[in-house]
């Protein structure tokens, strides 16, 4: 008889919930995790009620791709992990044996339609829940373990642990997508968890000044506490005029998007200097075109760098970031305002994230 387990997504009612589906199976070189703490994104959010879902049925969807947990089962070519260990699951888990990998953009790595590079491949590096079943499950497939898991050290919290999967990693990579240079000016539009990381990261690279854009007061507080010089409320004025201002009309060396829709495009290119850097992390769901105003793209010739990414995944790049934690460079524990037990309590934790009551920054919920 095929074993069913718990999983959150589309239920029998057609509504968000707790359903129950067969358990995943496992390859050689994979494992199966036991879930300890998982947290909600809003990129699940987006997934799951936003205009363009990123999947056909929604009634297969298990939503979630941030989780650590314990492996219950390791396939025999597993050879660093075992049953038993504590583990961080990135939430972008590649094919390492791919052309895109081998190119160094794994976050498209999907050996699924052999080695080649499609550009229907993009962002197939995140899995979960695109491909296969995300992470409010009872129990989690990992791929190429020895390549996408990474151990989980003793000094890191559970809280920390489970940032690393997804917040720390994606502000850190718009950070290094924004080439920051030491003294830099660099604006933040948005700061969420998503942004507040970018913020962390941006201070870290040796920004000099650094401007967070964004409006609940405990985002602005913990902007600050991350190394913000500069809050602005977008609602107290056009973003553009405010951080000119306060440039002296000079712009900004690199700007990181992380919140705002289409049309923070705009403030980007307004704000960001001629030969600047724009790094957007931001998941843009509505629409058919991103806007680039003619006069801040200097008639189409500025010469401005725009760059997106997904978040860097696998198991050095979580290795790195848990490093950055366990010697302090950075506490992205602090980011977590609420708390839920239980796996029921997930679809609690997503309705919150749904609802973003202006105290929340990003719930967890603890399984065991
Ligand atoms: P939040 O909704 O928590 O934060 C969004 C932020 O944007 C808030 O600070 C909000 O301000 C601010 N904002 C909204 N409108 C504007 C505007 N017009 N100008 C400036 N700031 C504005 O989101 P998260 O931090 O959780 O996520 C941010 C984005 O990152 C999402 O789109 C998410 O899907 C994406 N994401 C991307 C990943 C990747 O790999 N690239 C991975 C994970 C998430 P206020 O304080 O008023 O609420
Ligand atoms: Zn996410």
């Known amino acids: 008889m095929v074993e069913k387990i718990k999983a959150v997504g589309l239920n029998d009612k057609g509504e968000l919930g707790v359903k129950y589906v067969e358990k995943p199976p496992m390859g050689s070189d994979e494992v199966l995790v036991r879930p300890t703490a ?19 049925d929604l009634g297969k ?16 070519d597993v050879k660093d992990f075992k049953v038993g260990d504590k583990v961080v699951i990135p939430c972008t888990t590649p094919d390492w044996n791919c052309e895109a990998a081998q190119l160094g953009c794994h976050i498209n790595a999907t050996a699924d339609d052999g080695y080649d590079m499609y550009v229907q491949d993009m962002l197939t590096g995140i899995k979960y829940p ?48 924004a080439k920051i240079e030491t003294g830099d000016t660099v604006a933040v539009l948005g700061i969420g968890p998503v942004g507040l990381m970018a913020v962390a990261g941006a201070a870290i690279m040796g920004a000099g000044r650094i401007f967070a854009v964004g ?4 985002c602005t ?15 107290d004025g056009d973003t553009i005029q405010q951080i000119l201002e306060a440039t002296d009309m000079k712009g900004v060396d690199a700007t990181i998007i992380a919140g705002g829709n289409n049309d923070i495009f705009i403030d980007a290119m307004n704000i960001t200097r001629p030969s ?3 790094s957007n992390i931001n998941m843009i769901s509505k629409g058919d075109t991103i806007p680039l105003p003619v006069d801040a793209f200097a008639f189409g010739l500025a010469d401005k760098t725009i760059r997106s ?37 997930i679809v609690d934790a997503l309705l919150m994230m749904k609802d973003k009551p202006r105290d929340l920054v990003k719930p967890i919920v603890y399984l065991d």
Request: charge should be negative.
């Open 130 to 177: 695109n491909t296969k079943m995300g992470v409010f499950c009872e129990l989690i497939n990992v791929s190429q373990a020895d390549l996408n898991l990474a151990h989980h050290p003793e000094d890191v919290s559970v809280e920390s642990a489970l940032m690393v999967t997804d917040m720390v990693t994606t502000g850190f990579t718009g950070a290094e997508n």
């Open 221 to 235: 507080e913990l902007a600050r506490e991350y190394g913000a010089t500069d809050i602005i409320d977008y609602h």
């Open 61 to 76: 969807l298990v939503l979630g791709h941030e989780a650590i947990g314990v492996i219950v089962e390791a396939g025999e």
């Open 276 to 278: 600047g850097n724009i």
């Open 38 to 56: 998982v947290a909600p994104c809003t990129s699940d959010i987006h997934a799951f009620f936003g205009e363009d879902t990123i999947t056909e």
């Open 309 to 345: 990414s997904l978040c860097l995944g696998g198991r050095r790049r979580a290795e790195q970031l848990l490093k950055m934690v366990k010697y302090g460079r950075v506490d992205p524990s602090k980011l977590i305002t609420h708390k839920f037990h239980g796996f029921e309590a």
């Open 215 to 218: 409006s609940r007061p405990i």
